[in-house]
């Protein structure tokens, strides 16, 4: 290593250690960041095999593979495991290896908590998953978990699915204060507020709504174990409770997560659409604005989920209409990543493609979402496969195409090696038709009158269940190919330079690639 | 692949590609939403289709530019980027004309809710509760009642048979309402969550335990409309179809009269001297439609969530807690009171299973005859 040479007047030299300890006792974010990736990308494929298990029963009307009882558990464990297992851990491993660099900061403020905040979280999901092998199997009532299905009717497991929901969200909120803290005290001279790259002011804006929140999480599902264990009758209506307070205090930490696993993606999304349009990112401040607005909008549009639970009408308008004003500061983000490419100097390397389909697909998402808001419509949408096919267009093709762009992205910063384009763009081509064909007919069967969460269908919706499985396994194999490129990459490949890109801004492209153990030691000058 | 079946091969493969088309013609009205057969469905129809057209059009408008430049601003074309990075004019109009669009939208979307929350009482109160997993109605004028069990045949659902033409979608008994009465249906749930949908009449209320939600419809068109529930209530979720049939006044009212008819008889039968064998026979019917989901066909339960009824000990040797389970449920557990089926069913039930799978050899085999059931109730009034 060059730099150690070059540090040689410091005390001792701190380059990587050794062996397996180096990563059970690192402090250092960018170890941390690997971490969290590779757990993240581990969850992403057995979260996937689930959906692959999910879309083979479904495949044809009737049961074929698996009994009602394990479908319930399959699509429970796949929501958990790619919302908490997956799309969160992925982007606090971008966090971990991104916002110091980019805010020029030697490491995370608080580097022995980052090391707790990822180390729990095998453990979480090892409790969670375990649960399968339990007397009753495992959870089976949906990742939204609604009471009394998920308290008196649950399976002993639900315990252990409780604890493992508390692991999770400590492990958010230490990542959460850590990435608040380092944002707020560890800036470069000269790195202003409204100077900030957008990822950063992404991840300020998502560790809030995680403090917030997670806490609501935890909340709730305290008072499901009092429910079964302790005697009381929170959601038990038998005993005075009420059902109904379970899904307004769910959906209070529901909605908001909803962006928070989105806002990063909105992030990273600026940065590579800048790049490869070689032109300014346009409206820098109305981006930080609408990402405001929407993370506060996010807390008070929560019964959008719960339009059939039987509100009084003056609830139903206005939380249809706070749900129908997130669509303006949406917009404003989707106008501006397309003035940014208006004019540009555009190329198609395989982090644009990402990029390019994100906001295409993200935005068909929101469409649909802007149409779930009508509250008369949503009568005859709700818990129906044109939900399923909403959601997955934001989270998909939104959220993990987001990650999947950031990684491509900066690979070459994080290993010194260039991803093999053809390679990277054939998994593109790959996901992007995969994606689609999974999820477009999803509208049609929804509409049509299919609910969710079934192992099993009328004869009417067999075709484009069909197809739409079909357009999975494909999607499922093409991650595996993802996961043969990243190790290719890591392996070897064309050197990197420190610019990677030609048209990157920003502080992290000013270090080495492989990006040195060490960064910034000492603040960067700003201009 | 053998040369004989290559030689078939074209032949098989324009079959196959017959058999899709065709499928794919017959479903293609399968890709929307249906208008449905009520004036608030029909209204409902139309905002789904104005919002839809909004979004199209947005869409095309704002993705034609995207691909302009995706076409026009490459590298190759433009090498030289521009440098315009804010622009207050346009960022102002493009937040206020997507707000007025939103207003467009709200306008109508909130007439019809207001519509659709016009709840006044109905001709006809219609009590739905849903239950693991079927739905029970109540009429609440007539006093009449019964559950509505999935019809479906298991050797279907396992793809032993063919399927039927109303695969999943089909109910022993279906909920009869007359044309052109407003009926109130009053939905509420024995035990989870469920949901009550009917796309037809652009209804979907949530079941929930403990509370009682109201939707209302009037049927302008008789026919038989099928639904399912929508909210995951448990291992059977996917298989509770709802199935209503709306008929004219003269049919209904002859339907209400033989239903009144049918429970003056049941009735009578709780007082009939019963013989074991009627008593399992009919015993076994029963556990058909109620128990077989958790305790299964041979009474062995599903080990950690629902218990054996084979060899229990209750079933073996404890009469008298045989019936208050079945009456009261057990507190904690997913077993629910069964206190809502007759006496001649729960004397019945309880028999067959202490008579069944050898419960009768290993217990003490006792019956339970219907004034049991009368008698376990009498102390309580």
Redesign the interface.
Known sequence: MSSAVENHHEDHHHGPAKGLTRWLYTTNHKDIGTLYLWFSFAMFLIGGAMAMVIRAELFQ????IIE??FY?QMITLHGLIMIFGGVMPAFVGLANWLVPMMIGAPDMALPRMNNLSFWILPFAFFILLSSLF????AP???WTF?A??ST??A??SVTFFIFSVHIMGASSIMGAINIVVTIMNMRAPGVGLMKMPLFVWSWLITAYLLIAVMPVLAAAVTMMLMDIHFGTSFFN??GG????LFQHIFWFFGHPEVYIMILPAFGIVSHIIETF??????????MVWAMLSIAILSFVVWAHHMF???LP?AA??FF??AT??I??PT??K??NW???????????ETPMLFA?AF??LF??GG?SG??LA????D??Y???YFVVAHFHYVLVPGAIFSIMAAVYYWIPKWTGNMYDERLGKLHFWLSFIGVNVTFFPQH??G???M??????????????NMVSSVGAFLFGLSQVFFLFIVIKTVMGGKKATAQVWEGARGLEWTVASPAPYHTFTTPPKID | MSLKSLKNFPNKLIFIFILFTN??QA?WF?????RGVTDISN??FE??ML??WI?VA??VV??S??FY??YA???KK?????????NTK??IA??II??LI?IA??IP??K???N??DDEAGDINIQVTGY?WKWQYRYLEDDISFFANPATDLD????LVP?G?????EVDEMVLIPVGKKIRFLITAN???H?W?M?AF?????A????V??AWTIVDKPGIYR?????????????MPIVVKVVEQAEYDEWVGEKKEAAFKMAELTTKDWSVEELVARGEDVYALNCVACHQTAGQG????FPALAGSDIALNNKARHIEILMEGVQ???MNSFDYLSEVELAAVITYTRQAWGNAKSGDGEIVIPKDIVDYKEPKI
């Open positions: 009307p009737g049961m074929q009602p009882e319930n339990m007397e009753g199997g089976n009532f949906g609604y009394p299905l008196t009717y399976p002993p209506a038998a409770g009420d059902p109904v349009s070689r032109k300014q990112l346009f409206g820098y401040a109305s059939t639970v039987g009408l139903e308008l249809m209409w129908m004003l669509a303006v917009g404003v989707v106008f397309i003035a940014t490419m208006f004019r540009g100097s555009i190329t198609f390019i906001v295409v935005t068909m469409f802007l149409m009508i509250t008369p419509a009568f005859q709700h818990d129906t049609f069967i509409l049509a009158g609910p969710r969460r079934v192992p099993d269908y009328a004869l009417q919706f067999a075709d484009w | 499928s794919v479903d399968a890709l929307n939403m249906t209204e409902v905002l789904h919002i839809f979004c947005i869409g704002v993705f530019v995207m430049s995706m601003h490459t590298k433009n090498p030289v980027a521009a440098t315009f990075h804010e346009v960022e493009w937040t997507p707000f939103l939208m709200a979307a909130s019809t809710l207001v659709i929350y693991q279907e659902i396992y793809n399927k033409e109303n695969y999943l979608q035990d989870v969550i949901s949908w796309p652009a209804i979907k209320q949530d929930i335990p403990g509370f939600n109201t639904g399912k529930c929508t909210e995951l209530c448990g291992k059977n979720h996917g298989f599903i080990p950690g969530i904690g557990a997913a």
